[in-house]
T-cell receptor, first 115, second 114 residues
């Protein structure tokens, strides 16, 4: 079974631009979560999508948004990029997420550099 | 809110040495606890987990026991190898409401030398 895939793997943007990152979950998984990893803040939860609906949200500004499609693939968008948005963005999928433990499987991440 | 505290790194050990990485947590209720490992240039891999008090998670020679009384989940391995060099993250997930939201510790870098 194929793992979680993220595209692109590397991205370079300039301040003020916007960016879209993509995540394809493991087949059959319906929950997709996004995390930001930076040296200063560590790993922080961005949001979770399930059945095309945002179910949970972390403490990030509105410039960070996401969506999920009917095939469970998810995209996250960051508008008006700032230097501090440079990070590794990780996507994780699980069967259902939500109210009980479901193991999350992580993708390799997208490394975003903002110049 | 929920939080995870793990020991600062880096931890440098010689091959075959004993490893302990401390992890304590603060959470309401009874969370599930995890150790994830991140190798250079890669995403996170689940190393082991425990979903209730006194559970012992184990994998690849690593072990951790869910201690509710001390709110701890320390990672141990009896004999480390060079290939264990990586960053280790302790994490928790609430068992109600927002189980998909993992809260991570800051990570502990382990370097194993010959």
């Amino acid at each position: 079974k194929a793992g979680v895939t993220q595209t692109p793997r590397y991205l370079i943007k300039t301040r003020g631009q916007q960016v879209t990152l993509s995540c394809s979950p493991i087949s059959g998984h319906r929950s997709v979560s996004w995390y930001q990893q930076t040296p200063g803040q560590g790993l922080q939860f961005l949001f979770e999508y399930f059945s095309e609906t945002q179910r949970n949200k972390g403490n990030f500004p509105g410039r960070f948004s996401g969506r999920q499609f009917s095939n469970s693939r998810s995209e996250m968008n960051v508008s008006t990029l700032e230097l501090g948005d440079s990070a590794l963005y990780l996507c994780a999928s699980s069967l259902t997420g939500g109210f009980s433990y479901n193991e999350q499987f992580f993708g390799p991440g997208t490394r975003l550099t903002v110049l | 809110g929920d939080s995870v505290t793990q020991m600062e790194g880096p931890v440098t050990l010689s091959e075959e040495a004993f490893l302990t990485i401390n992890c304590t947590y603060t959470a309401t209720g009874y969370p599930s606890l995890f150790w994830y490992v991140q190798y250079p240039g890669e995403g996170l891999q689940l190393l082991l987990k425990a979903t209730k008090a006194d559970d012992k998670g184990s994998n690849k020679g690593f072990e951790a026991t869910y201690r509710k009384e001390t709110t701890s989940f320390h990672l141990e391995k009896g004999s480390v190898q060079v290939s264990d060099s990586a960053v280790y993250f302790c994490a928790l997930s609430p068992n109600t409401g927002t189980a998909s939201k993992l809260t991570f510790g800051t990570g502990t870098r382990l370097q194993v030398t010959l």
